[in-house]
């Protein structure tokens, strides 16, 4: 029986909720002694805890600083496990980075301490790095791989451009992050060397050795209809049209404060990025997987069904000669409204 059961889970995850370091670092070490891997213990307990992190805060259960509290906790338990273990680097080196603008280290931690755990010697870089600054470390550490992740899949085109420096320096890319995707077709387009779901497959696939893919990425031919460069470019403007004609087309708004309203145009900028990211990789599933998380996270904090529908319409509206976004918000605003 595997010892990291869903009684385990849900005690870790009560221990981070209430941001108990040392009770969850000790269920964490006395996992270690009792023979459960370190690499079981990073994926198969902080890792799925993390994501119930998420579960919880979206459905309004958990607040933002109990999040923050939890993931400072996961963060701390991962550095336990890692020192506890102390792998001995037997291979060669490997850089694990997140993507420009992408702030979700922790998935690239694990993903980093998992491949210490197999041997490799790992520089992690943490954080959202510059491609300028990644490329001259590239130069003055010669790795064998460059690992890119991307959680957050508006920083996607961002990432596109990482990727591509670290090739044209000739240093093989394994993607991963949430923000690639299921499938892995978006780290292929943007061409990444390899890509994997998981710190635990991404381990395998280096022990395989890269590269899967074909050596040239095809080219976004999609991007020539200019909708992506209009949206990335006008996003301001085009958030504050819609945000005014949506206070006049849906008539709760008219009663929004002043807290409210900057939410509301918070979220609507949310559309914007995950829209032109859609339109960037030539994805609709993208934008409708944002509208349906989106609209559960809505839904759980008490505002109208109607909502998330009448800003869809209204972007449709403003992007009345945009063919490719408005088949994506139509793709969306049927998601909505088809069996759950
Ligand atoms: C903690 C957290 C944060 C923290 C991150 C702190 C940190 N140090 O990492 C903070 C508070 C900064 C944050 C901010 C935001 N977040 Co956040 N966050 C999360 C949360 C709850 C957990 C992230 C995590 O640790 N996951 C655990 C890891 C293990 O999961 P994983 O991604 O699957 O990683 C595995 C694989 O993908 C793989 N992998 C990962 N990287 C790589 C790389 C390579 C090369 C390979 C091969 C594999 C690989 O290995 C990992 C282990 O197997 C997630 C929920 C979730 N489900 O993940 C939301 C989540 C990712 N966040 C979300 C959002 C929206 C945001 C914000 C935009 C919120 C806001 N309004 O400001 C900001 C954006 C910040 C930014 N610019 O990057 C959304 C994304 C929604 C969407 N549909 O895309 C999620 C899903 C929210 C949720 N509640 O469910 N967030």
């Not at 102390?86 to 922790?106: F, K």
Request: charged residues 20%; hydrophobic residues 45%.
């Amino acid at each position: 029986m595997n010892p990291i059961s869903e009684t385990v889970i849900d005690h870790y995850l009560k221990l981070a909720g209430l941001a108990d370091e040392y009770g969850a670092i000790d269920l964490a070490l006395d996992l270690l002694d009792r023979g459960v891997p370190a690499e079981d213990v990073l994926l198969d307990l902080v890792a799925p805890a993390q994501a119930r992190v998420g579960e919880l805060w979206a459905a309004d259960e958990w607040s933002v600083a109990r999040e923050h509290a939890a993931t400072a906790v996961s963060d701390r338990v991962v550095a336990a496990v890692a020192a506890h273990a102390r792998p001995r680097p037997t291979r060669e080196r490997i850089i694990v980075a997140c993507a420009d603008g992408e702030y979700h280290a922790l998935p690239a931690r694990l993903l980093t301490e998992v491949l210490r755990l197999r041997g490799w010697q790992v520089d992690f870089l943490g954080a959202s790095v510059p491609d300028a600054h990644l490329i001259t470390y590239l130069h003055q550490t010669d790795p064998e791989a460059v690992a890119i992740s991307c959680t957050l899949p508006t920083r996607l085109p961002r990432a596109h451009a990482t990727l591509t420096a670290c090739r044209s320096v000739g240093v093989p890319v394994l993607a991963g992050g949430r923000g690639f995707g299921p499938g892995g077709h978006r780290a292929r387009l943007l061409g990444a060397d390899a890509w994997a779901s998981s710190a635990r497959l991404a381990a395998d696939r280096l022990d395989r050795g890269l590269p899967p893919f074909p050596p040239q990425p095809a080219a976004l031919e999609h991007l020539a209809d200019g909708e992506y460069t209009y949206l990335a470019g006008r996003r301001g403007d085009l958030v504050a049209r819609v945000t005014r004609t949506l206070s006049a087309a849906y008539p709760p708004m008219a009663s929004y404060d002043a807290r409210q309203m900057e939410t509301t145009a918070e979220d609507l900028a949310h559309y914007a990025d995950f829209l032109a990211a859609a339109l960037y990789v030539d994805d609709g599933a993208l934008f409708t997987d944002f509208v349906t998380w989106t609209a559960g996270v809505l839904r759980a904090r008490g505002v109208p069904d109607g909502a998330v529908p009448a800003a869809l319409d209204v972007f449709a509206g403003e992007l009345r000669d945009f063919p490719r976004a408005r088949r994506f918000l139509a793709a969306a605003a049927a998601a909505l409204t088809g069996p759950s």
